[in-house]
């Protein structure tokens, strides 16, 4: 990378009028966590590798107490954040980077993979859930192809206060676990699969037609939507059941 990443200072950012920051390529939406609780996100597909580092530190200067998070980055993104914002955490398989320390998670989203082709999906959205701020795992390859590891995984299945889980190919599994748990489920189709998975819409169509009732969609390889929805859920979870009981007590 041959640009030098300009990056605002901390006083410009908090100075910034109306809630935003104009950078002249993007209008960063700094007043979005007092709005919703959650802070915007880069998006990096289609900026430069300059971009995403000033963005993502544009957003960090905004929001020194929470992690901010930049998703679908191309590889000279990801060298460009170790390289000029070294404070930052690059995960290579979901091709993302987060700024800042996260808090204390409340929840717990567990994210389950048909196979291990869906691992960046999967990645995506495990790091988007905790930076969301819910704890967050993964279970790995246990597609419909091998029902037998799905059930050895049930307990923990049950445990989640969310699930989301990833599937190409048929894009069954969703179904499956849905019938298996009451857990709050959402489903991500990806794209992995052969020509007549038609590059995800297959799994897309299979699981918006789930026989398992409760079962959310969200779109092809959208690991970061699915993220954000869980994280939503679980960390809602806990704090909720404190309040039923209380109501419910005589």
Known sequence: MTDSPAVPPA???????????????????????????????????????????ELLSSLHAAHPDRTVLATRLSTDALDAVREHVPAAAVDDVARAATLGALGRPRGLVVVVTAGTSDAAVAAEAALTAKVFGAASRVITDVGVAGLHRLLSVRDELAAADCLVVVAGMEGALPSVVGGLTGVPLVAVPTSVGYGASFGGIAALLAMLNSCAPGVTVVNIDNGFGAGVFAARVARNAAPREAVVRQAAAP
């Open 11 to 53: 006083a410009a950012v908090s100075g910034a009028a109306a809630g935003s920051v104009d950078l002249g390529y993007a209008r960063l939406d700094i007043d979005r966590a007092a709005r919703t609780g959650d802070a915007e996100v880069v998006y990096g597909a289609g900026k430069s590798p300059a971009q995403v580092v």
